[in-house]
T-cell receptor, first 111, second 115 residues
Framework: KQEVTQIPAALSVPEGENLVLNCSFT??????LQWFRQDPGKGLTSLLL?????REQTSGRLNASLDKSSGRSTLYIAASQPGDSATYLC??????????FGTGTRLTVIP | ETGVTQTPRHLVMGMTNKKSLKCEQH?????MYWYKQSAKKPLELMFV???????ENNSVPSRFSPECPNSSHLFLHLHTLQPEDSALYLC??????????????FGNGTRLTVT
């Protein structure tokens, strides 16, 4: 069964700093990997999806990379803002029916 | 404004009650999902429907009963729940379940408390 680990569990940074969130997974036979953000008491918002054949995806200040063979993905956030404060979740898709989630990294950006 | 709408947002029910959670998606997707999110645990997949057919039941107890009358609507019928079933229940949809480039879109969830 796929196991997903996200490090660190919590991160606090001053506004404007660049930061990297890490995700590792045990089964490298994935279809894709998706990054989400979750605000308190809310659902998940999709940020980026990287297909298994891709190395990275970019959207605005966000850049996600994927190293499938080593079972790692990173989410890079440039010039962080207080509005980026949320929990960030990664989810590799293994098989047709399942997206496996980590427990997330809780990010706080201090004004 | 999310393309996936869940009602109610909050629900408190006793262990002997019967209630239903509703999910509706306006994205033209063909796959719909129920996930459970408990405190300090990863999201757990419960059920998957693809083109209205159930394709996954992730060993969920029978006190949870899903229903998918069409590709736009998904229900989760609840009866004789336990306090440990208290959690955030999230509905999601995607274009279909097999495409590798089909992201999941989530609703805001129903916060369920079982007393």
């Amino acid at each position: 069964k796929q196991e997903v680990t996200q490090i660190p569990a919590a991160l606090s940074v001053p506004e404007g700093e660049n930061l990297v969130l890490n995700c590792s997974f045990t089964d490298s036979a994935i279809y894709n990997l998706q990054w989400f953000r979750q605000d308190p008491g809310k659902g998940l918002t999709s940020l980026l999806l990287i297909q298994s054949s891709q190395r990275e995806q970019t959207s605005g200040r966000l850049n996600a990379s994927l190293d499938k063979s080593s079972g790692r993905s990173t989410l890079y956030i440039a010039a962080s803002q207080p509005g980026d404060s949320a929990t960030y979740l990664c989810a590799p898709k293994t098989g047709a029916n399942n997206l496996f989630f980590g427990t997330g990294t809780r990010l706080t950006v201090i004004p | 404004e999310t393309g996936v709408t869940q009602t109610p947002r909050h629900l408190v029910m006793g262990m002997t009650n019967k209630k239903s959670l509703k999910c509706e998606q306006h994205l033209g997707h063909n796959a719909m999902y129920w996930y459970k999110q408990s405190a300090k645990k990863p999201l757990e997949l419960m059920f998957v429907y693809n083109f209205k057919e159930q394709t996954e039941n992730n060993s969920v107890p029978s006190r949870f009963s899903p229903e998918c009358p069409n590709s736009s609507h998904l229900f989760l019928h609840l009866h004789t729940l336990q306090p440990e079933d208290s959690a955030l229940y999230l509905c999601a949809s995607s274009q279909d379940n097999y495409a590798s480039n089909s992201p999941l879109h989530f609703g805001n969830g129903t916060r369920l408390t079982v007393t």
